[in-house]
């Protein structure tokens, strides 16, 4: 199985063994917060930095976690730093949130605009926006730094300074030309994909959304090979901005004491960024055979469908043939895989469309299995002020996504919906954002999100797990619940979705992090995105790439600057959240088949976890819930254990892997 990128030997720091309690896994973070800072550039002459911070930080981190021999040595070093105090830091901490939530929301209000109305204008005053608010970030970042030595600090003071610094997706350098050129390219390479479109030699232009559809049901391989490439004409001019934007975020979290900005993304993950990588591969062996079980057979059956010639028998699948535009689900292929005699029993899609299904009775049906669980009902303001439908007369990007304008009552979703089951499962998606965020509304600005970014990723994917024939009948929309002869079909349809997601679901970030390294400049971008699809995937380019294409580029989430191992981690953690509400909500059944709809007390321990945002490490947030504080891939290994059996014997003689 392939191995993860590792940091440098040289940045690793100590990092105490993973616990399996509450306690000793604070331990392990507010160690790590500690040594994280001590890592900030010199500021205020502070010569012997490195060992003196170090020490003084780890004192502070250690104090909870009652190491006798680190607070020993806490006044000696107190006695020398005489900087800053800690009622200093709290204020500083207060002053930096409120200046930071005014700045956060006024941004949102300008990125709302601009999504739902590209222009040239918007762009820019999102530009302005973005700039005004990174800036601050970047400089509240830095002024932290003055505080690394204070001793006695509270633990939120101490957990939010370090929070301060890493959670800036894309920082820029503290030079004022550079932050503006950084966000100016930001909304430009933002508004060159919401507005992507590519033209047909007979003069017909379609949009994303158009080509998507293509892809839902073609099975030409020529028509939907011209799909696939005239999408990846829209990201060719995206390469140069590109490539500056890495090197002026990286100059920004140099400045901010991190290797690059890959680093800088690996440290929001309350561990030493350099583990990091070694818990994803941990996850990644864990559910790696039950992808290649699928990718074998997945790729048999499409090499009876298009022939041998189009689809190698051994060799990687080309990225066309998926049902998707990125390969990066494969549900549209169901007709083709899915295990004779047993289909998945009904169509939800057809149900959807049948039953005189609108994009807004579509999020209101999702609305009521949140409000099943004792959720509270939307503000009318969400039906108001949310995009459902994509208009027909200006640009908007349709990308799917949730926003909470005021961080109070002010939630919307933007989307464009379509009547089918993939888009009503997306809504649970980003109604799971939205219900999140007013949860932990309460909690200070800083905290006010996700226990890690793929807890924010993974809650209305749970709910989406509960979307059963038993619950469609629950809802009046299916008459006869298939018995457990459908379940390989379910679990099959279920599979093209989520694991086939998983290793696209890490390459994404496989490709920023080395770019962000430096391993790799321009000229190399687009071979080493083939090289790890191919690696992680087994899905390869269907044709030799132009010299100029980007195909990185025409994903969403890379000019978008969105993190995408948030999407891994969370096609893990929502099994896991699953089997937890499941249990809490009594089912006694087989996991696949069980629906949290109407469990008051699965919405209360949901809940219980939403409000805590980010006060607390992942692993305490992550425990609370499921009893466990680690990530792991054994539930959803044993939701599809039933399906696995049944593709390994189909793949008894054939060769898998490619
Ligand atoms: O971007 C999304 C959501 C919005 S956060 C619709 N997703 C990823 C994608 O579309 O690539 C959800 C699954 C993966
Ligand atoms: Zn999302």
Redo the contacts with the bound molecule.
């Keep these: 199985m392939t191995r993860l990128t590792k940091e440098p030997k040289a940045t690793r720091r100590h990092r105490l063994g993973k616990s399996s309690n509450a306690s000793g896994t604070r331990g392990v973070v507010r160690l790590w917060d500690a040594v994280e800072r001590s890592r900030l550039p010199p500021q205020a002459g502070a010569g012997k930095r490195d060992s003196l911070i170090i020490l003084t930080a780890c004192c502070v981190a250690l104090l909870a976690a009652c190491e006798p021999s680190a607070q020993s040595a806490a006044p000696e070093v107190a006695a020398k730093t005489g900087g800053p105090t800690a009622s200093e830091a709290v204020a500083f901490v207060a002053e930096s949130e409120q200046s930071l939530e005014e700045l956060a929301q006024h941004n949102e209000r300008m990125s709302w605009v601009l999504r739902n109305f590209i222009t040239e204008d918007t762009e820019i005053l999102s530009a302005r926006a973005t700039e005004q608010l990174t800036a601050a970030q970047v400089k509240a970042a830095s002024d932290a730094v003055r505080y690394n030595a204070v001793t006695g600090l509270d633990y939120d003071t101490s957990r939010k300074l370090n929070l301060l610094r890493s959670s800036i997706d894309v920082p820029a350098p503290l030079d004022a030309v550079k932050t503006a050129e950084q966000s100016e390219i930001g909304a430009r390479l933002r508004a060159l994909y919401g507005r992507g479109t590519f033209c047909y030699e007979d003069g017909s232009c379609l949009a994303l959304g158009e080509l998507e559809d293509i892809f839902t049901s073609s099975r030409d391989p020529d028509e939907l090979l011209e799909a696939w490439n005239g999408w990846r004409t829209v990201s060719i001019p995206m390469k140069a901005l590109y490539a500056r934007q890495v090197e002026l975020a990286n100059e920004g979290a140099s400045e901010l004491g991190f290797n690059d900005l890959g680093t800088m993304w690996r440290s929001a993950y309350d561990m030493d960024p350099a583990e990091f990588p070694g818990e994803l591969d941990q996850l990644w062996n864990q559910v790696g055979p039950l992808y290649q079980a699928l990718h074998c057979h997945v790729r048999a059956r499409l090499g009876e469908v298009y022939g041998s010639d189009v689809v190698p028998a051994n060799g990687p699948i080309p990225a066309h043939l998926l049902g998707n535009m990125w390969a990066q689900t494969w549900e549209n292929v169901f007709d083709i895989v899915a295990p004779p005699q047993t289909a998945a029993g009904y169509d939800l899609t057809t149900i959807l469309k049948d039953g005189g299904f609108d994009p807004i009775r579509m999020v209101k049906t999702g609305e009521a299995f949140f409000s099943s669980l004792g959720f509270e009902e939307l503000p009318d303001t969400f039906w108001q002020r949310s995009l459902f439908v994509k208009p027909a007369d200006r640009d908007v990007v349709c990308h799917?996504?949730?926003w909470d304008i005021d961080e109070k009552d002010d939630l919307r979703i933007k989307m464009c919906i379509d009547v089918n089951e993939e888009d009503f499962k997306t809504i649970h998606?980003?109604l799971?954002?939205n219900y999140y965020q007013r949860a932990y509304k309460g909690k200070s600005y800083l905290y006010r999100t996700s226990a890690n970014d793929g807890f924010?990723?993974a809650v209305?994917d749970t709910l989406s797990l509960s979307i059963t024939p038993e619950y469609l009948a629950q809802i009046g929309l299916l008459d006869n619940v298939p018995d457990a002869s459908g379940d390989l079909g379910l679990l099959m349809k279920q599979a093209l979705e989520k694991v086939a997601f998983l290793p696209f679901g890490l390459m994404v970030d496989q490709w920023r992090w080395q770019v962000f390294a430096g391993e790799v400049g321009p000229d190399g971008y687009n071979d080493l995105w083939w090289q790890l699809r191919e690696q992680y995937q087994g899905v390869a380019a269907p044709n030799q790439r132009p010299a100029d294409a980007f195909d990185p580029g025409a994903k969403y989430h890379v000019p978008g600057n969105v993190p995408y191992t948030?999407?891994f981690l969370?096609h893990i953690l929502q099994f896991q959240f699953h089997r937890a509400l499941c249990e809490i909500a009594g089912n006694e059944g087989p996991v696949h088949r069980c629906s949290i709809y109407g469990s008051k007390q699965a919405g209360s321990a949901l809940n219980a976890m939403l409000e805590m945002g980010r006060s607390k490490p992942w692993p305490d947030a992550l425990e609370a819930m499921t009893g466990s504080p680690e990530m792991d891939a054994t539930a959803i290994l044993d939701y599809f254990a039933p399906l696995q059996a049944w593709l390994d014997e189909q793949n008894a003689d054939r060769k898998c892997g490619w």
């Design positions: 799917p996504s949730a998606h980003e799971g954002h924010h990723e209305g948030r999407y969370a």
